[in-house]
Antibody
Framework: QITLKESGPTLVKPTQTLTLTCTFS??????????VGWIRQPPGKALEWLAL???????RYSPSLKSRLTITKDTSKNQVVLTMTNMDPVDTATYYC???????????WGQGTLVTVSS | QSVLTQPPSVSAAPGQKVTISCSGS????????VSWYQQLPGTAPKLLIY???KRPSGIPDRFSGSKSGTSATLGITGLQTGDEADYYC????????????FGGGTKLTVL
């Protein structure tokens, strides 16, 4: 059974760096084809893909946010970490991590974590 | 503004059929598989359709997907009140650099 869960601060101040951790079980990020992605959703708005890391440490980023994002994995801990620098109130959203096979679709999602950016 | 275009809302009566369209281009839908996601109020998205027309285990056959050219369609038959949700299409886009894109979402109301 595959499960994912996001964790991190619920409130960050503008200009601060956000660090989110996705802790998963039921699969290994060392298995060929496996990946974990991050997707966010501002309140009342659509889904927005942020980043994706694969089993072979290949990484993909949203071009519009690439300069602010870093995605890493710790295979031994079954964790993927996303950092986003220079946070702004427009970054207020629910952040989800999700499992993927070769990036073709996201088949398992975490419950999401709401991050509010406010001074 | 999303790269993939979906109608903001659709509605139909219980028991009826509804379709939700997702329009893109040759850099995304035209050359990649499409997936569909259902997001019930207050919950995380759930995979409904992958590889254009395949259903994960546990998804009833009331849900179907198709793709033609640069457009994809989600179909739902035998509508139930529990189908009221937001629906999103998604795929890769390789226009300038590889990125995953979602549609703007469609709110389904079962009248």
């Amino acid at each position: 059974q595959i499960t994912l869960k996001e964790s991190g601060p619920t409130l960050v101040k503008p200009t601060q760096t956000l660090t989110l951790t996705c802790t998963f079980s039921g699969f290994s990020l060392s298995t060929s084809g496996v990946g974990v992605g991050w997707i966010r959703q501002p309140p009342g708005k659509a889904l927005e893909w942020l980043a994706l890391i694969y089993w072979n440490d290949d990484k993909r980023y949203s071009p519009s946010l690439k300069s602010r994002l870093t995605i890493t994995k710790d295979t031994s801990k079954n964790q993927v970490v996303l950092t986003m620098t220079n946070m702004d109130p427009v970054d207020t959203a629910t952040y989800y991590c999700a499992h993927t096979q070769f990036g073709w679709y996201f088949d398992y999602w975490g419950q999401g974590t709401l991050v509010t950016v406010s001074s | 503004q999303s790269v993939l275009t979906q109608p903001p809302s659709v509605s139909a009566a219980p028991g009826q059929k509804v379709t939700i369209s997702c329009s893109g281009s040759s850099s995304n839908i035209g050359n990649n598989y499409v997936s569909w996601y259902q997001q019930l109020p207050g919950t995380a998205p759930k995979l409904l359709i992958y590889d254009n027309n395949k259903r994960p285990s546990g998804i009833p056959d009331r849900f179907s997907g198709s793709k033609s050219g640069t457009s994809a369609t989600l179909g739902i038959t035998g509508l139930q009140t529990g189908d009221e949700a937001d629906y999103y299409c998604g795929t890769w886009d390789s226009s300038l650099s590889d990125l995953w894109v979602f549609g703007g979402g469609t709110k389904l109301t079962v009248l």
